[in-house]
């Protein structure tokens, strides 16, 4: 079982409308939560963290995590064609001796 | 002025020979990485010096050699290059030790003939 798993995509979503990425975790000791954009042919751009159980906003992103279901997603709203990226999930573990494991990453396109 | 800077952004090279990649932050953070990004876009990490201390060392061929001179560089030499070395080398920093956020570089595209 990989450490960090998303769906590879790609997501497509209409301009505006609310974009769901998903990704799940395997160890239980997991502390820390990152969503990390990348541009095709650019480096990842770090977008959120999030630490505890519950939603964090910041603008138009909203991070979600459920510890007990070892469960972390991120919603875009009002989503734009600018949006349309790479979203790569990270995760810092005991297990991992605190590296930051990345997920293979999500392709999102948002049709004009 | 930028964060985390890397040099060369493109390196073209034969199989066998020796390159260097070079990485500095003008953030003031004490720890440096260097990931791998391989063509499935899959990002791992090969190595992290804190205050020019190598504290993480992941299972890669000693042809790779990481060197920090201060901590606001680190160099990786590879030595010997395999056509299996192409990949997007990313350097990245965070304030602390293991500290949780991480600030990529630009990348280097490093293409072995």
């Known amino acids: 079982q990989k450490e960090v798993e998303q769906n590879s995509g790609p997501l497509s979503v209409p301009e505006g409308a609310i974009a769901s990425l998903n990704c799940t975790y395997s160890d239980r000791g997991s502390q820390s939560f990152f969503w990390y954009r990348q541009y095709s042919g650019k480096s990842p751009e770090l977008i959120m963290s999030?630490?505890?159980?519950g939603d964090k906003e910041d603008g138009r992103f909203t991070a979600q995590l459920n510890k007990a279901s070892q469960y972390v997603s991120l919603l875009i709203r009002d989503s734009q064609p600018s949006d349309s990226a790479t979203y790569l999930c990270a995760v810092i573990s005991r297990d991992s001796s605190y590296k930051l494991i990345f997920g293979s990453g999500t392709r999102l396109l948002v049709r004009p | 002025d930028t964060a985390v800077s890397q040099t060369p952004k493109y390196l073209v090279t034969q199989m066998g020979n020796d390159k260097s990649i070079k990485c500095e932050q003008n953030l003031g953070h004490d720890t440096m990485y260097w990931y791998k990004q391989d063509s499935k876009k899959f990002l791992k990490i090969m190595f992290s010096y804190n205050n020019k201390e190598l504290i993480i060392n992941e299972t890669v061929p000693n042809r790779f050699s990481p060197k920090s001179p201060d901590k606001a560089h680190l160099n990786l030499h590879i030595n010997s290059l395999e056509l299996g070395d192409s990949a997007v080398y990313f350097c990245?920093?965070?304030?602390?030790?293991?500290?949780?956020?991480?600030?990529f570089g630009p990348g280097t595209r490093l293409t072995v003939t």
């Open positions: 990245a920093s965070s304030q602390e030790r293991l500290a949780y956020e991480q600030y």
């Open positions: 999030i630490y505890s159980n």
